[in-house]
């Protein structure tokens, strides 16, 4: 089973992308991030494994080490085909977390997602839209280019979530 431990926002922040997801949706371009209920968030870590308990007990013992931070949304931008999304500034507050947060579940499964998102290999993101050919990417891109500006917001809560379907299974405040 694949496990995505993430970043959650704060309230202003989450409801701009969320804007943006849904001038796509309402489009007509694609509708899964809303059909699978998935939130706006820069995913941090994957992790294959056979259960999630080890994963919820290990970032339990260790959320205290972990605090909000800043982050800037200055692009939009591609995986190609398929996904667009917010492209977040790389700081040293995502560069940090990425890593703290792999090497601290490392020991509990495999690097899930072909290890996109290992330290060194990561590029962090907020999907707006997902599993697209190129015809629905440019209609996506065309629904939200002319609104889309550079902010700034705060990443307020770490979360471990199971993929495919999308199952949020625990969240944490961060200090």
């Known amino acids: 089973m694949n496990y995505a431990v993430g970043l959650y926002f704060d309230h202003a922040s989450k409801e701009k992308l969320s804007r943006l997801t849904r001038q796509i949706a309402q489009s007509g371009v694609n509708t899964y991030m809303l059909d699978q209920k998935i939130p706006p968030h820069i995913t941090l870590a994957c992790v294959c494994a056979e259960q999630s308990q080890h994963m919820i007990d290990r970032l339990d013992e260790n959320i205290a080490g972990f605090h909000q931070g800043d982050i800037f949304w200055a692009s939009l931008g591609i995986f190609m085909p398929a996904v667009l999304f917010a492209?977040?500034?790389?700081?040293?507050?995502?560069?940090?977390?990425?890593?703290?947060?792999?090497?601290?579940?490392?020991?509990?499964?495999?690097?899930?997602?072909?290890?996109?998102?290992?330290?060194?290999?990561?590029?962090?993101?907020?999907?707006?839209?997902?599993?697209?050919?190129?015809?629905?990417?440019?209609?996506?891109?065309?629904?939200?280019?002319?609104?889309?500006?550079?902010?700034?917001?705060?990443?307020?809560?770490?979360?471990?979530?199971?993929?495919?379907?999308?199952?949020?299974?625990?969240?944490?405040?961060?200090?």
Request: glycine residues 6%; hydrophobic residues 45%.
């Open 87 to 175: 492209t977040p500034v790389m700081n040293e507050y995502l560069l940090d977390f990425n890593a703290q947060v792999n090497r601290l579940l490392e020991p509990l499964g495999s690097a899930g997602e072909n290890g996109y998102y290992l330290p060194n290999q990561w590029v962090p993101h907020t999907a707006l839209a997902v599993r697209m050919n190129r015809d629905e990417l440019k209609l996506a891109l065309n629904a939200v280019i002319d609104d889309f500006t550079a902010f700034g917001g705060k990443a307020e809560r770490l979360f471990l979530a199971q993929c495919n379907p999308y199952v949020e299974l625990k969240t944490w405040n961060l200090s």
